[in-house]
Nanobody
Framework: QVQLVESGGGSVQPGGSLRLSCAAS?????MGWYRQAPGKQRELVAD???????KYADSVKGRFTISRDNAKNTVYLQMNSLKPEDTAVYYC?????????WGPGTQVTVSS
């Protein structure tokens, strides 16, 4: 069993920045961030392995940075140059064998 606790969501104007955090209850290899906007499917935003290999959705490349602190079992998502289309509920994700684990989600709203 793995518990994931997210923090850092909120409201920001276009062009602003937010930093999301996700703490896992134990050490995990791959951790990632997904998002789901109203009426849309959940999509991968970025993920990172314990070795630091990263993957990003094309829509966030150059604006978002995923990082992690392995000592704290925590993954971060630094979001810069936010756009209204980034508005969504952001979910932390990890996997053990074939089982997916999700955090409760944190709302990010980008609006003027």
């Amino acid at each position: 069993q793995v518990q994931l606790v997210e923090s850092g969501g909120g409201s920001v104007q276009p062009g602003g920045s937010l930093r999301l955090s996700c703490a896992a209850s134990r050490s995990m290899n791959r951790m990632g961030w997904y998002r789901q906007a109203p009426g849309k499917q959940r999509e991968l935003v970025a993920d990172i392995t314990s070795g630091g290999s990263t993957k990003y959705a094309d829509s966030v490349k150059g604006r978002f940075t995923i990082s992690r602190d392995n000592a704290k079992n925590t993954v971060y998502l630094q979001m810069n140059s936010l756009k209204p289309e980034d508005t969504a509920v952001y979910y932390c994700n990890t996997q053990v064998m074939v089982r997916q684990y999700w955090g409760p989600g944190t709302q990010v709203t980008v609006s003027s």
